[in-house]
């Protein structure tokens, strides 16, 4: 499973800790990862994703899943993420 978020495509960032002697030693940051299941209203169902925080109460302000994914561009969602939005698109126009 990689660390990246299946919404916002927020992944591990590589960097420098510097010290006060200026010592540089590499470090990763990593994502706050967490493991949600949201509800899709449009679908009736549950969905589990790994996403970050910060993505997590991105779809609580948009509204939902369902608005969240509407907004969305499709190259930062993962394969997951894109299929439930084309599910979701299909879903309404029917």
């Known amino acids: 499973m990689s660390r990246r978020c299946e919404l916002s495509g927020k992944a591990v960032l590589v960097g420098n800790l510097v010290s006060h002697s200026n010592r540089k030693t590499k470090t990763r940051f990593l994502p706050n990862l967490v ?11 549950s969905v589990r994703l790994r996403i970050t925080a910060h993505a997590l109460r991105s779809v609580e302000h948009r509204g939902g899943l369902d608005a969240y994914l509407a907004k969305a561009a499709e190259g930062e969602l993962s394969l997951r993420a894109r299929r439930l939005k084309k599910e979701i698109a299909e879903f309404q126009a029917a």
């Not at 493991?35 to 169902?45: A, C, D, I, M, P």
Request: glycine share 10%.
């Open 35 to 45: 493991n949600v299941t949201l509800q899709s209203e449009k679908l009736g169902r």
